[in-house]
């Protein structure tokens, strides 16, 4: 099957101009001007008018508890599992997906059972072991035998720090997971990554600062999360990745004392830190709570990848950002920071991840996983198994 989309707006995400983008199989083939496939009708080839509309990689979505988390209200809270749909149809390509607070009833053999069924499915899929408590758990029994001996796991987390629901690890513990998943991921090829769930707790990062301080563990090996949370904790992460240090953005986080990514990019920006060095995840499947005007407390609900996309309207259009920088946190900087080859940016060569949006609005129009159409005029066309 070739792909033939012409004539839009191509953001790699740098600005390439108006082009035409050819898609051989599942890759990305070609850039350029009045591309032609002509193979005789030996290769179906399918063409998508680009006219009015830009071409953006498909997001990457590095923390989403895919097969639902939370829980916090009781059983009868425990959040449902994303389908295909609630990923496609918010331009989500690539999932990196892992356990919540609750790591006894949700456990790492299903996370990685859900994360092979959407791949299945079409989109591109990971996992990170371990759990929010520590000692983690795992598949092999440790945290370096999980990234070396199964395709899916790149990193460990998200692990609990400076929380209440934490299983409030010691400072050993913890240097002890990310230097295992360090040297797994050398040995495998991959980042290593230490997912750290930020809470709200007066420690804040001290755990991590201490960990490149004190040991040998680079600044690279971490990536804090819900780092917006508060006021403070977002000072400590900029200064973390003032230092050199990386930093995750939730995007559904709205709360008064949060700081919010359309607000805390640029702040970050404005403080000499480089666009390479921050990324943006939804926290999707979460629980969420729901308050009205009143601030009343009316239920809880369910987080899901849409805040990535109204983050980016939100960078571009409130924070002025240009859509090249404003994509780098939802493409290029996590694919290069999570290790994920021929992820995140419109390249020959590169996976065939791609969104069609709208350009005035920046609303969603098609999705394209691994070369295959999923979405159509901000239509599904290929359903998870229980979509309905
Ligand atoms: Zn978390």
């Not at 792909?3 to 350029?32: C, F």
């Not at 980042?191 to 960990?211: K, L």
């Not at 805390?264 to 000499?272: F, Y």
């Not at 996590?334 to 021929?342: E, G, H, V």
Request: hydrophobic share 40%; with cysteine.
């Amino acid at each position: 099957m070739i792909t033939i989309i012409r004539n839009a707006k191509v953001y790699q995400p740098e600005y390439a101009g108006a082009k035409d983008v050819m898609l051989i199989g599942s890759q990305i083939g070609v850039l350029g001007e009045n591309l032609k496939a002509d193979l005789g009708g030996a290769v179906p080839v399918k063409e998508i008018d680009g006219t009015g509309l830009i071409l953006i990689p498909g997001l990457i979505d590095g923390h989403e508890h895919i097969m639902g988390g939370g829980g916090e209200g009781g059983f009868h809270t425990r959040t449902p599992e994303a389908g295909l749909t609630d990923l496609t149809m918010n331009g989500v390509t690539t999932v990196v997906g892992c356990i919540g607070t609750d790591g006894v009833a949700r456990n790492m053999e299903a996370l990685l059972a859900k994360a092979h069924a959407l791949e299945e499915e079409g989109v591109t899929t990971y996992v990170y072991t371990g759990s929010y408590q520590v000692p983690v758990h795992t598949v092999t029994g440790d945290v370096m035998r999980d990234i070396m001996l199964l395709d899916k796991v790149i990193g460990v987390g998200e692990i609990a720090i400076s929380d209440h629901r934490s299983s409030q690890p010691t400072f050993e513990e913890f240097v002890r997971i990310a230097s295992d998943i360090r040297v797994g991921g050398m040995l495998s090829g991959k980042a290593g990554i230490v997912n750290v769930h930020m809470g709200d707790g007066s420690r804040m990062m001290d755990f991590i600062w201490r960990a490149v301080r004190e040991t040998e563990i680079p600044f690279s090996q971490f990536l804090p999360t819900h780092i917006g949370r508060n006021a403070a904790l977002f000072e400590s992460a900029l200064e973390f990745a003032k230092a050199g240090g990386t930093i995750d953005f939730t995007g559904s986080l709205d709360d008064d004392d949060a700081v919010p990514v359309h607000r805390g990019i640029p702040r970050l920006l404005d403080a000499g830190v480089s666009d390479d060095h921050f990324t943006i995840s939804s926290d999707g499947q979460g629980s969420l709570p729901i308050f009205n005007d009143k601030g009343e407390f009316q239920g809880l609900g369910v987080g899901n990848a849409s805040c990535l996309l109204k983050e980016l309207r939100e960078l571009v259009n409130r924070a002025g950002l240009p859509m090249e920088l404003a994509l780098k946190p939802l493409t290029a900087n996590p694919a290069r920071i999570l290790k994920l080859n021929r992820k995140g940016r419109i390249l020959p060569g590169y996976d065939g991840d791609l969104c069609l949006l709208c350009e005035n609005d920046l609303s969603l129009h098609t999705v394209i996983a691994k070369g295959q159409l999923m979405v159509s005029e901000g239509r599904p066309v290929v359903k998870g198994t229980f979509d309905l």
